[in-house]
């Protein structure tokens, strides 16, 4: 995580923590775009966590990860609060470096939870489960996102097969580790990819969602999704 601003740094770490730490019927987004339902407007998460295979917002958190000199204020609350409002978050969780003050804690009440991470914690953790996007690479794009590898399935395919799921930070574009051939790849929505052991994947956009899947004989597998709004 070299030649990237501080604090993103910061976030990715807290992604990388939430990825290590969800459990498998939760995905985990970094850097997540979701349409506002009050505002219209599209609202950056610094991380998503949702339901990995149900639709719906009931199990929908939303972290902010807040690298600065300063405490967390009340007026920070106050801005988070209303942003999980507009994307329809039941609860928030606020990562900060520097601590807040009793009049935010009193204001966060039950919703919203205030979790320190210093800068020297966030070193000590293991980002075993990030590796650059080789995608962002070959698009060139200006900030190389890096995959966070936040599933590890175990699928009835002809006998049981693992296969590793995941997101990248910067194009967004799903991930997939095959076990049974080896391959791993990026998979940009919208694209059909057949990977060495002759298994078919894709993309699927609905309506409040993209929906990762698998062909299989018995009935496509959903994989994973990525709310949109």
């Not at 690298?67 to 009340?74: A, E, F, P, S, Y």
């Not at 194009?171 to 990026?186: D, H, I, L, M, P």
Request: charged share 30%; proline share 3%; with cysteine.
């Amino acid at each position: 995580m070299t030649d990237v601003p501080d604090w993103l740094v910061y976030q990715r770490v807290v992604a990388c923590f939430q990825a290590e730490n969800a459990g498998m019927d939760a995905t985990v987004i970094p850097n997540a775009s979701l349409r506002g339902t009050i505002s219209g407007v599209q609202r950056q998460i610094d991380i998503l966590v949702d339901a990995r295979w149900q639709s719906g917002v009931a199990r929908r958190i939303i972290y902010d990860a807040k690298r600065r000199n300063r405490k967390i204020n009340v007026k920070d609350i106050e801005s988070f609060e209303g942003m999980m409002r507009d994307v329809r978050a039941n609860r928030g969780v606020i990562v900060c470096s520097s601590g807040w003050t009793e009049a935010a804690e009193a204001r966060a009440d039950q919703n919203i939870e205030i979790v320190l991470m210093a800068d020297d914690d966030a070193e000590n953790l293991d980002h075993a489960a990030v590796e650059p996007c080789p995608y962002c690479v070959d698009q060139n794009r200006k900030t190389k996102g890096l995959v966070f590898w936040d599933g590890q399935l175990s699928l009835p395919l002809g006998g049981w097969s693992v296969i590793f799921t995941g997101k990248c930070d910067g194009c967004r574009s799903f991930a997939f580790w095959c076990w049974e051939c080896g391959e791993k790849t990026v998979l940009p929505d919208n694209i059909i990819h057949k990977c060495f052991c002759d298994r078919t994947w894709y993309t699927e956009r609905y309506e409040d969602e993209v929906v990762f899947w698998l062909k299989a004989e018995g009935g496509d597998v959903p994989l994973d999704r990525r709310p949109t709004r």
